[in-house]
């Protein structure tokens, strides 16, 4: 059967976040005609296998530590808090096809075509689009979005397929007893804390002493003694070596930590060890679009590629932040500048504020304090910290209270906040408005002046001295 033919202004490859919000605007605000096309679930990693979900989970850890506390507090707890896993999760899945069905509504009502199925490119203007009926449509574009996302990555550990990575997380029908969780960035982190909050036993495995080492190294510290007083196992300067399947859904994982040589049975292993961008079946070489050492497509600030007609952002190109209102800010932006006749609208890539949902959680914008001592020298810096016990902790005991620390990284004459790293009950919450501030270019000044919320955490922002 001889292909369907189509053509576009603008075919947007990638069902994400990113990639949906470029082409509704193209559409919706401007009339340009565009398709979009997903392979897997709409919403990308985000809602299916992410931020949504993640959240949602962290939700059910956070109840967790509540019902812990609450004796604390003169709740009498009479029976043991049992988690019902499987109910957990299939109304979890539940919200999230939701979730689907409502970005797919919003593409009708912008008027994007969408197509379900694998895009392959035919030549630098021609994508084949393989429906899930295997029906084959060609689709001529005048533009063209890579906004495909990414994937996690498997090690070469022999084993390695006896784990599982984060998407498979989502897909687990029973709660872990005993938990391997291989990685040191935020994935990693996020899933050992819930894991253990949730009752799991949980062993996190760190290639160094510390983990999320891209943060300000008051998180790094605070983080990894917080996690190991409230009992995660933490395995640092480790490998793996095997893995083992022992039966009845059990794995035998070999490793070396600090420690020496081990081995441990868990019925668990998920391996957080960084992300790959979803390009391997694309055909990407025939385009000419260039891409670095990891993969990554190479653009610019506009989210050009070296290829004129040919644009990427999210997890798919090497912009470095691989974070969902980042795709959408950027491919909003991106829209209004191809068919909206605003000549220079691009993504602003620096202080965009971050947030961790570890226990507790993190929020983070701007600069390291190494990072602003090599930028503006440590001699034209003030550095601002504070620990404290949030006033939630006020009534337990103090090997029961997690620390709340905060620090603020002021440069110049004029103390401009160029950095804040904040960890502790609230800290995704209170980083939103403090984002705006230091993006407005706030200073120290600017913070004293501000009359606290007491009593809350985040007034510690605005009375360090």
């Not at 808090?81 to 096809?97: C, H, I, M, P, Y």
């Not at 894991?195 to 495995?205: N, R």
């Not at 441990?264 to 992300?275: E, K, S």
């Not at 002021?410 to 401009?416: D, I, Q, S």
């Amino acid at each position: 059967m001889a292909p369907i033919k189509k053509e576009c202004d603008y075919l947007v490859l990638g069902g994400g976040s990113g990639g949906l919000a470029s082409a509704r605007r193209a559409s919706g605000m401007y009339g340009a005609k565009a398709i979009a096309v997903e392979v897997k679930r709409l919403g990308g990693t985000c809602v299916n296998v992410g931020c949504v979900p993640k959240k949602i989970t962290w939700n059910a850890a956070a109840i967790a530590d509540q019902i812990k506390d609450a004796s604390s507090y003169g709740f009498s707890v009479k029976h043991t808090a049992e988690f019902d896993w499987k109910t957990f999760s299939n109304k979890r899945a539940q919200f999230v096809k939701k979730l689907n069905g409502i970005y797919e509504k919003n593409l009708e009502k912008d008027k994007v075509e969408y197509l379900h199925g694998l895009a392959t490119f035919l030549d630098p203007h021609t994508v084949k689009v393989t429906l899930d009926d295997n029906t084959e449509v060609d689709i001529k574009a005048k533009k063209i979005l890579v906004a495909v996302g990414g994937h996690p990555n498997l090690p070469n550990t022999p084993g390695a397929e006896l784990g599982i990575t984060s998407d498979g997380f989502f897909e687990l029908e029973k709660q872990p007893k005993k938990v391997a969780v291989v990685g040191a960035g935020y994935i990693a982190v996020e899933m050992a804390g819930m894991l253990h909050a949730l009752g799991t036993e949980t062993h996190l495995f760190i290639r160094h002493d510390k983990f999320l080492r891209t943060f300000d190294p008051m998180i790094q510290e605070k983080v990894v003694a917080e996690y190991e007083r409230v009992g995660v196992h933490i395995h640092k300067n480790s490998s793996q070596s095997k893995v083992e399947d022992i039966g009845n859904g059990n794995k035998r994982l070999h490793y070396k930590d600090s420690n020496g040589e081990g081995t441990m049975d868990i019925d668990c292993l998920l391996w957080a060890i960084g992300r790959s961008p979803e390009l391997e079946k694309l055909n990407l070489e025939i385009t000419g679009v260039k891409q670095n050492d990891k993969g990554h497509i190479i653009t610019d600030k506009y989210q050009n590629t070296n290829v004129p007609h040919i644009y990427s952002l999210g997890d798919a190109c090497d912009r470095g932040f691989e974070l969902t209102p980042v795709a959408i800010a950027a491919g909003r932006r991106l829209s209004e500048r191809l068919f909206g006749g605003i000549e220079d609208a691009h993504l602003t890539y620096e202080n965009i504020p971050s947030v961790v949902f570890s226990h507790p959680t993190v929020g983070s914008i701007g600069l390291t304090e190494p990072e602003a001592q090599k930028q503006y020298g440590a001699e034209n810096l003030k550095v601002y910290k504070s620990t404290f016990n949030d006033l939630y902790y006020s009534m337990m005991e103090q090997e029961e209270k997690s620390p709340t620390s905060y620090k603020l990284i002021c440069a110049g004459k004029e103390e401009k906040v160029v950095g804040i790293h904040i960890l502790g009950r609230g800290s995704d919450e209170v980083m939103q408005g403090f984002g705006v501030a230091v993006k407005m270019g706030a200073t120290k000044k600017d913070f004293d002046r501000c009359v606290a919320i007491h009593p809350t955490a985040g007034e510690e922002l605005v009375t360090m001295t």
